[in-house]
Nanobody, 123 residues
Framework: QVQLVESGGGLVQAGGSLRLACAASGSIFSINAMGWYRQAPGKQRELVAGFTSDDSTNYADAVKGRFSISRDNAKNTVYLQMNSLKPEDTAVYFC?????????????????WGQGTQVTVSS
């Protein structure tokens, strides 16, 4: 089992910055994808930024040029640097990590979500 722990959310004024972190723990053999999603009240969860299996990145159009995703493979941690925040960025942010775990020689895929962290941007 893989657990994800998120940190870094909070309240910030428009134009400010926040950095989210998501650390994975467990018997991780490999990671195929890491990403950040968000869900605003009354809206569906949407992809904000992510790494794919070939390490390329993709961003939602609404955050391009303002948000940056990065990773520390040694720590199984993914970050989301959010700059020039806008009130419409207000949402609960979730990290997602997919890969393979290995326990006693047995490997299986995992798809884990963080608990979510609230980001509120005031105008």
């Amino acid at each position: 089992q893989v657990q994800l722990v998120e940190s870094g959310g909070g309240l910030v004024q428009a134009g400010g910055s926040l950095r989210l972190a998501c650390a994975a723990s467990g018997s991780i053999f490999s990671i195929n994808a890491m990403g950040w999603y968000r869900q605003a009240p009354g809206k569906q969860r949407e992809l904000v930024a992510g790494f794919t299996s070939d390490d390329s990145t993709n961003y939602a159009d609404a955050v391009k040029g303002r948000f940056s995703i990065s990773r520390d493979n040694a720590k199984n941690t993914v970050y989301l640097q959010m700059n020039s925040l806008k009130p419409e960025d207000t949402a609960v942010y979730f990290c997602n990590i997919r890969g393979v775990i290995g326990v006693l020689g047995i490997r299986r895929r995992f798809d884990s979500w963080g608990q979510g962290t609230q980001v509120t941007v005031s105008s």
